[in-house]
């Protein structure tokens, strides 16, 4: 897990590398782990998750707009790894917004994410 976040932090500005099926599947099940407790964490302490919070902009607290920061930050991170596997199967950049159509842009982004790509 350690390799992973170190990973993470050497090439969260550099988009026009490539990434493996394999360590993009890594770095999303990390995320996605820190992100489900960053969910449980803000449904204990205000009753409502932290997109429901981000919806009606209810920050009660610091921690809160500190858990919602961190969860953006944690969906940009996704993001920038999106874009390095689409690079790695020789498609546009561009392509990730294709993560804003509503659930055929998901649907779509994880078969591309699938997909073997040119990197063992």
Same mark, same amino acid.
Do not use: C
């Given at each position: =897990? ?15 590398? +490539?990434? %493996?099926?394999? +360590?993009?599947? &890594?770095? $999303? $099940? /990390? /995320?996605?782990?820190?992100?489900? *407790? ?5 449904? &204990? =302490? ?5 997109? &429901? &919070?981000?919806?009606? $902009? +209810?920050?009660? %607290?610091?921690?809160?707009? *500190?858990? $919602?920061?961190?969860? @953006? ?6 993001? /920038? ?8 199967? %020789?498609? %546009? ?15 779509? =982004? @994880?078969?591309? =994410?699938?997909?073997?790509?040119? @990197?063992?």
């Amino acid at each position: =897990m350690i390799a992973i976040f170190n990973y993470i932090v050497l090439n969260i500005t550099n988009w026009k590398g +490539k990434t %493996s099926r394999a +360590k993009y599947w &890594q770095i $999303f $099940f /990390v /995320v996605f782990v820190i992100g489900f *407790i960053l969910e449980v964490i803000s449904r &204990q =302490m205000t009753g409502i998750s932290l997109i &429901q &919070q981000s919806f009606y $902009f +209810k920050y009660t %607290s610091l921690l809160h707009l *500190i858990l $919602f920061l961190l969860f @953006t930050l944690f969906n940009l991170i996704l993001w /920038v790894f999106q874009i390095r596997r689409l690079n790695d199967l %020789s498609f %546009s950049r561009w392509i990730v917004l294709v993560n804003l159509i509503p659930i055929a842009g998901p649907t779509i =982004m @994880t078969l591309l =994410m699938l997909k073997k790509g040119e @990197t063992p």
